[in-house]
């Protein structure tokens, strides 16, 4: 991300099976972020999961690969407004 701006890159390079996680129950105020591949530039190195603040009125999107024809896209995980 440059600024407030996502760089969207596709690589032909897709992420591994995810990692197998002891999920922690958040504390009060905290939400669980899974953990995901990130693209260091040259291979896939592992992100664990971890509690975040939380966000009154949000839930978060976690990180995520997503196959577009012949290239793997990350998209970054974010705070999207809740359908309530």
Do not use: C
Not at 7 to 22: D, H, N, Q, S, T
Not at 28 to 47: E, L, M
């Amino acid at each position: 991300m440059i600024g407030n701006v996502p760089v969207l890159v596709g690589i032909k390079f897709a992420p591994p099976a995810p990692r197998a996680e002891v999920i922690v129950t958040p504390a009060a105020g905290y939400v669980w972020s899974p953990g995901y591949w990130h693209w260091s530039g040259n291979k896939h190195d592992w992100v664990a999961g971890r509690q975040i603040g939380e966000r009154q009125g949000y839930h978060w999107m976690a990180d995520r690969w997503e196959q577009r024809g012949d290239l793997w896209h990350h998209e970054q995980g974010h705070w999207d407004l809740s359908l309530r």
